[in-house]
């Protein structure tokens, strides 16, 4: 079984991730992690904070060498900011508790929500946690995830589609992403129609696009999106709610190419992968709705329009001409890629103060801000990304077991045989 917990307070120390379950032999150099660190840190609309911290990944246990131990590893990102906050966040009697208390909840944060059930005075005690910043930590434990997908060919990219009112041109499900961006020598849309099945030779789908060009593409745009234009528009759109001190929320797409049918199981509610990965999403802060393949639009389809028909050859075996079902047919993978999104509501600290009650005085006031993200999508996508790259390691982990990268291997191979004679 794979499982990992965090710790650490916004403006404390450190954050912290231990991690148990992972097979020896790993590779997982530090670097590696750190880069999703980075991406995770960039997207256009961040604020002030993201200038003061630069995330990296210090392994305190579970690693030598560059490679897993078998043991539970253990790692930690020190938080910059704690130098301006150390007086204030000490763990032990030093702190100065009279000092910087918050008593005016924030509407759509957790603060007033929290400070009731844990009977906090001072709201700094909940939005320390509550805040965003944990999501460094959960980069770092899917970092983690994605390098031993990886062994195993499976490969994640994620995307932002919409950023408040601009949304990216309808990316037709049952087609690829485009290889190069609009305008470029994209695939054909019958090409693409052809890639992806579980047949002889290409266990779990294909891409059936370069995902090192498309990262590439991704990595350059300023919020993660595909297409250059709507890119520029999302930009102007965050740069007119930072003048008008408000906020925007979006959405970001995931997918996951390369996964063997069979992960996850129809056979009990709490093994179901959709289950698993919609909770694992909507555990991000600020995420309020998750949906897999054609989602929320296949409610307004016939079934003749929103299933996936199952096709038969020698050369392919059972592959699919669309994918609207994202890849998962009753709680399991198909074979097909993976397709999840993710809406994301706006930055609930607002430049431009909302209504509220003071938690002592009970009296009323409109907020007021030092600083705040206006719009945290492409970050968020980020998260997105190692999440879904958790549940996967772990739906892996689950079937595939073995104490060694190599045994875990050795295994995946057998099943991957075994799919052969089925097919
Ligand atoms: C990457 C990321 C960055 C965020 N940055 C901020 C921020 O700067 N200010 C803020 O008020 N909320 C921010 N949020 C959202 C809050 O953390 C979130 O709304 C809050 O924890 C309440 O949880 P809920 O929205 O899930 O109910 C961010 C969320 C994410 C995922
Ligand atoms: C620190 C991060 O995001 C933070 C998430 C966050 C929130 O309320 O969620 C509030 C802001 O924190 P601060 O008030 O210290 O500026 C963001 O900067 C991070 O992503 O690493």
Known sequence: ML???TAGESHGPALTVIIEGLPAGLALPEDYVNRQLARRQGGYGR????????DRVRFLAGVRGGFTLGSPVALYIENRDWASWQEIMDPGAAAR?????????????????GALKYGHRDIRNVLERASARETAARVAAGSVARRLLEELGIEIIGHVVRIGPVAAPELDLIREMPSTPPGGAGK??????????????????SPGVDLRRLREILDASPVYCLHRE?????MREIDRAREAGDSLGGV???RVYGLPPGLGSYVHWDRRLDGRLAGA?????AIKGVEIGLGFAGAALPGSQVHDEIFYSRERGFHRRTNRAGGLEGGVTNGEPLIVRAAMKPIPTLYKPLRSVDLASKEPFTASVERSDVCAVPAACVVGEAVVAWELAAACVEKFGGDTLQEMKANYQQYLDYLKTRI
């Open 252 to 254: 970001f797409e995931i």
């Open 188 to 205: 054909g849309p019958d090409e693409a129609e052809e890639d992806g099945g579980c047949g002889p030779g290409r266990p779990g789908g």
């Open 47 to 54: 604020g002030g904070r993201m200038r003061i911290e630069q």
């Open 281 to 285: 999403l909507m555990s991000i802060q």
């Open 3 to 5: 499982r990992y917990l």
């Open 230 to 234: 709507t890119a520029e528009a999302m």
């Open 97 to 113: 508790l009279d000092q910087r208390v918050v008593t005016r909840p924030r509407p759509g944060h957790a603060d007033l929500a």
